[in-house]
């Protein structure tokens, strides 16, 4: 998917993370790039698309249930079940999802 066709801005992080399976599997990630609707992560867990799993976002101490929608070597894409709300004021100011003055 190109980035005109994304429905909410994307944008680079460096987070520590958390992945569950349902399989009881864990393993921590990185989550290299985020939206309100989702994630880009790198683990060593490999997940098969359309399953969900459960990814913590360490700085925030999230937990987000997520759908796989594409993997990649060792990157997943996962979509949120739950997008992350621009009510939280400091998820939305760290992820510049708010504008200034709205």
């Known amino acids: 998917m190109t980035d005109n066709q994304r429905k909410n801005i994307r944008r680079r992080t460096i987070f520590g993370g958390v992945i569950y399976d ?7 990630c990185s989550v290299s790039d985020i939206s309100q609707s ?11 698309i359309g399953v969900e799993v459960d990814l913590k976002i360490n700085k925030f101490n999230d937990l987000r249930r997520c759908t796989v929608t594409w ?3 060792n990157e997943v894409g996962l979509h949120f079940l ?10 939305a100011r760290l992820f510049k999802f708010s504008r200034p003055g709205v």
């Open 22 to 28: 349902d399989a009881g599997r864990s393993s921590e």
């Open 82 to 91: 739950v997008p992350i709300s621009t009510k939280n004021e400091e998820m």
């Open 71 to 73: 993997t990649r070597e």
């Open 38 to 48: 989702g994630a880009k992560i790198r683990t060593s867990i490999d997940l098969e």
